[in-house]
């Protein structure tokens, strides 16, 4: 039976002997070391966010089988009670996640963990091909949904939406405000404190999305063909390296992992990723697979695009700080420089000319913008707080 506690406290290790042997370990290695410090440090500690308690992996594992079942709608229309106590919990975790405000770290991480493992089904790994046997199954699709749906109102919630004034020019100037920002305090800590340690946590939690970049944009690109769509095209074809794969952006990232020694396979280091960070991803995909969602869609593309060059250039300054070399810079160099123009672009040739197209609706950009504005920098946030973690230890 699955029971599912607010906050886990079975089976812990003492957390004196968790720091002491982190730091043992940290010292017989040297704070600069090129070696990923194991998340296993932190296992089943209370402020780690980025770890399942064991209930909660409990069911994800269960997850995974589904997903590798074959005929599972067969199997679950036969067998119906198969799926009973995994519906009880995961009701559970919907109320413990979306109770409040801030809801249930442990339950968020859980369910966009499996939203991720749904949504991925989307794209195409180059893997076995019996790993996709459930991508059209009912089940797996009515989970999502479910998962969807409860969250995205959840989102709508946190979120205060304001449609002041004149569109074009509420565009404009969010585009001026964000394209060259006033320094934060996260962006800050990243250009000025992080170790190479902990820019090798920065590189390992990026990599979920930096190793298969821009692929929620190709969802968009089918249909009637025009200025918008090709412009969108121009922006994905760049970022797919103008057909060249040593030019792809994510080319560029995998060289940045190979620099620091690390794993460059897609999904290496899912099991660190924080919820908040899935979040973003997930919420790209939720835009994506939904046309009605569009103008939500492109508003949070060109937030993204606008404000990717002094995002990384924060990162960027880091890499060159602690001397990781041009490899390991690469991908925040490309971006710093072709993403100003992509902004650029998504605001006069995408954004602009759909205000004219979708009078009434346009507002829906505005309120993508801003939506995804906010999920970024939580996402940011979390990512900032892993990194300060994983440094402390």
Known sequence: MFIIFDNYCETKLPTLLRCVWALVFRKSIGPDSNLL????????????????DFSYQKLEDEFVEFLSVDKLDRIIAENPRKLEKFNSALEVSLFNAFKNDEGCTHAHLFLQRLLYRINRLKLFWYDELENYANEDSTFIFLLRLKIENAWQDWEK????????GNLSEALRDRVKE?????????????RNEITKAGYQRLLAIASLDGLVEASQLSRMLGGVGNEVQTMLTRILWEEYGSGKLSRKHSTHFAAMLDECGMDSSPEAYFDIVPWEVLANINHSFFLSE????????????????????????NMKMAGKRLKMGEKGISYWTVHVREDIRHGQWMLDDVALPLVEKYSEQAWDMVQGYDQQKFI???STSALVESIRKFEFF
Do not use: C, W
Request: hydrophobic share 35%.
């Open 178 to 190: 964000d394209l060259q920002p006033e320094p934060s305090p996260d962006g800050l800590f990243i």
């Open 290 to 313: 939904r046309k009605k969602k569009f103008l939500h869609y492109i508003g949070g593309l060109l937030y993204t695009e606008v404000s990717v060059p002094a995002a990384f250039q």
């Open 376 to 378: 970024s920098a939580r």
């Open 37 to 52: 410090l194991p998340n296993l440090m932190n296992f089943n500690s209370e402020t780690d966010s980025t770890v399942l």
């Open 157 to 164: 919630n946190n979120f205060a939406q304001q449609n002041p």
